[in-house]
């Protein structure tokens, strides 16, 4: 399964998706900001970004516009409005899933993410 680095500033809800993410297999490291986030990305190495938008310090939109990596990104928010999804889908994000949100839809949507990075590591450029 994905290294997930998961970003968000609520501690309850990092403990719930991260244990949740655990018992699927994942390994996952949590940021509380974008600074932390960012730091992570460096450390971590992270095959999959999930990335709250609204955080302290640093939130999710400037954690993209920091990120020197193409790790794919699933941005998750409470805020749901078209020009959140717009300006994170802009900026680089693959998803945008609104809070609340079950567990088994973000499962099913880190899948398709998972099968984009295998597909895309199963394709060498041809001469």
Known sequence: MSKILLVDDDPLFSVWLADALCTQGHEVKCAVNGI???ACIESFAPDIIVLDLVMPQMNGFELLKARECS???LMISARDNEDDRIT???LGADDFLSKPF???EI???LRALERRLCAGHS???QM
């Open 88 to 90: 994170g889908y802009e």
């Open 71 to 73: 790790t794919p990104v």
């Open 107 to 109: 499962f099913v949507r």
């Open 123 to 125: 394709h060498s450029p």
């Open 36 to 38: 932390e986030g960012l």
């Open 102 to 104: 079950s567990i088994k």
